[in-house]
């Protein structure tokens, strides 16, 4: 098995379980470059049995039910809009504390479908070493939601979770592992999302400049040229 939604992409991924948040957030379309895995209830159980298995062989456990309902996939496509969003409000971490950007600095309360998300419940139970677990409990959505705020959680404890992002690159919007020494990553891929936004915005430069000084000819240029975009294919 394998993390699919992530691997379209070619993007870093995140370490253990925190692999888990990646995946949905990289569930969604880009462009016409693949299509939305949580679009209908067939392509999102699939994809579902597909991220639990992995996530349960990472962790040792068994694989749960993942059956959905006709309701899932909106619902899971709100969850992950939730995640984008408290992706996109988490604070940097500092160089001398790496948990400093996961904690103490309030962000908004993650919504889904315009109202707060609702808590889930979680088992705790010791590992064979004695070690505290957090189980996520359920079937479907329900386990996907324990299993995600779970991951979350220890993920923001450990001070990983600043480290996952979602590419600038408004045509991307891919979650990828920032591996930067300064945790200083704003693009999934320099060489392609990277350059693509930044010839974009030397284009747009170039036309406001020409029609400020009358030059039809280099705004019709510049505008041609202007249809390249990024992707992540890499």
């Known amino acids: 098995m394998s993390w699919v939604a992530s691997e379209r992409y070619r993007v870093r991924q995140a370490p253990a379980g925190l692999a888990l948040v990646q995946e949905l957030i990289n569930t969604r379309a880009i462009s016409d470059y693949a299509p939305d895995l949580l679009a209908d209830r067939e392509t999102a159980e699939r994809w579902l049995t597909g991220a639990a298995a992995e996530w349960a062989r990472i962790h040792g456990l068994g694989s749960p039910d993942c059956a959905l309902s006709p309701s899932d996939p909106q619902a899971l496509r709100d969850l992950r809009e939730s995640f984008e969003r408290l992706l996109t409000t988490t604070p940097p971490a500092s160089d001398t504390d790496p948990a400093a950007g996961a904690a103490l600095r309030p962000a908004p309360a993650p919504v889904r479908g315009g109202r707060p998300v609702r808590g889930v419940t979680v088992r705790l139970a010791p590992d064979e070493q004695g070690q505290v677990q957090l189980l996520p409990v359920g079937r479907g959505r329900g386990w996907l939601e324990s299993a995600l705020w779970s991951e979350t959680l220890l993920a923001q404890r450990a ?39 930044n010839l974009r915005a030397s284009r747009q430069r170039k036309r406001i400049r020409a029609a400020a000084e009358g030059d039809s000819e280099c705004e019709n240029e510049c505008e041609n040229e202007g249809k390249d975009k990024g992707t992540p294919t890499g």
Do not use: M, Q
């Not at 480290?163 to 320099?190: A, M, P």
């Open 159 to 197: 001070g990983t979770w600043p480290r996952l992002k979602i590419c600038r690159n408004g045509e991307c919007g891919s979650s990828f592992y920032d591996t930067s020494r300064n945790n200083s990553g704003v693009w999934h891929d320099v060489r392609i999302c990277g350059n693509a936004v």
